[in-house]
């Protein structure tokens, strides 16, 4: 019974070293993160410019960078927005969402570059100062055009630091999209953070070759994209959603403090999308006759283009069932125009 005794006494002093051990050595492990050159300190947040060199050709490289290292250790997850320069909900998505993480209550590292192309945000313009497509240009070229070196830059950076990146968007050229999140299919970690920003929305694809987030995917970063009103305008209910879901998100992964509730949010998850665009010749002035978010069915008017010289009507209509996920304001079209993008009501 003694020697019983001591052997249970062993075991209990054995597993009290083991459980104790391992803490100090993840505490020394948890130091500073370096980004951009920079170090960030457990427990501190910096907000700093990307480059510091001044020259003329530098100064494509001003985008700002803001980093809050938590006390803790646990995941870093990456923000991007303003890669598209005129799409602002998501600079003010990014700077809200940095601006309420307290580090020290943060376990892992929240990595925002809120306007990547900074010049593009200052001017309103979708495009980078030599007229290219940035979110076409990823990972990018050191030696390329002034676009690839910005997109090799951040690449580089996303590569080495980010274990997750949401890329902040909304729809383009006076187009509107309802809150959702694009994610592939292929990444069933992409697939589950998706579901857990829940914003309700879900479209499954792999996105266009060249953007953030599909090359960031191929390189085994599970990423999304939350796509969220038009260019130009602030829309503040779809710039709250945006926050709650990074919020979300950071709850899911475990890098706040927070007792919310974790239960996975209900979303429609769409397999299919389909473009309904202004027919061959029906040139003229566009008015929708449905809302973001409208449900409707195979046949249904989803507005009227009218010829300002002939004065003669074209109706638009559904092409399948399904959801409004995307739309045109009304203005002046031209053929082919991409006017709704209708999330495809599952058979
Ligand atoms: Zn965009």
């Known amino acids: 019974m003694f020697e019983l005794k001591r052997i249970a006494g062993g075991l209990a002093f054995l597993l009290s070293v083991l459980l104790i051990i391992p803490l ?8 500073p993160v370096k980004v951009a050159g920079r170090e960030i300190w457990p427990g501190t947040n910096l907000r700093f410019p990307y480059g510091s060199e001044t020259s003329f050709e530098s100064a494509y490289l001003d985008a700002p960078v803001f980093v809050a290292r938590g006390s803790r250790a646990g995941p870093a997850l990456c923000i991007t ?17 940095f601006s ?25 313009n979708r ?21 690839a070196i910005v997109a090799n830059t951040l690449f580089t950076e996303i590569k080495r630091n980010c274990d997750y990146l949401v890329d902040l968007h ?17 990444n069933p970690r992409a697939l589950d953070i998706a579901r857990h920003f829940g914003v309700g929305i879900i479209v499954l694809s792999n996105g266009p070759k060249g953007s953030i987030r599909r090359e960031a995917s191929d390189a085994g970063i599970p990423s999304i994209i939350y796509e969220a009103g038009e260019p130009s305008r602030f829309d503040l209910e779809q710039i709250a959603a945006g926050v709650r879901g990074i919020e979300s998100l950071m709850d899911y992964l475990g890098m706040s403090e927070s007792s919310n509730d974790l239960r996975v949010p ?23 006759t449905v809302e973001l978010g409208q449900a409707v069915s195979k046949g249904d008017r989803l507005g009227t283009i009218i010829d300002p010289l ?3 009507l074209t109706a638009i209509e559904a092409s399948s069932s399904g959801e409004v996920i995307g739309m045109a304001a009304a203005q002046i079209v031209l053929s082919g125009y991409a006017l709704v993008h209708l999330g495809v009501a599952h058979r």
């Not at 100090?24 to 130091?31: L, R």
């Not at 495009?127 to 676009?147: A, C, H, I, K």
Request: glycine share 12%.
């Open 100 to 124: 309420w993480i307290d580090p020290t209550l943060l376990s892992g590292t929240v990595i925002v570059f809120p306007m990547v192309n900074a010049a593009g945000v200052r001017t309103g």
């Open 170 to 186: 909304t729809g383009s050229f006076s187009r509107s999209n309802h809150p959702q999140i694009r994610v592939t299919s292929k």
């Open 24 to 31: 100090p050595a993840i505490a020394i492990q948890w130091g």
């Open 266 to 288: 209900e979303s429609n998850i769409y397999t299919k999308t389909s473009w309904v665009r202004v027919p061959a010749g029906a040139g003229g002035y566009f008015f929708p």
């Open 127 to 147: 495009y980078m100062q030599d007229r290219r497509d940035l979110n076409r240009e990823f990972p990018g070229r050191s030696n390329g055009s002034v676009t």
């Open 81 to 97: 927005a303003g890669i598209h320069g005129d799409e602002i909900n998501g600079t003010e998505i990014a700077r809200r969402a």
């Open 310 to 312: 002939t004065d003669r």
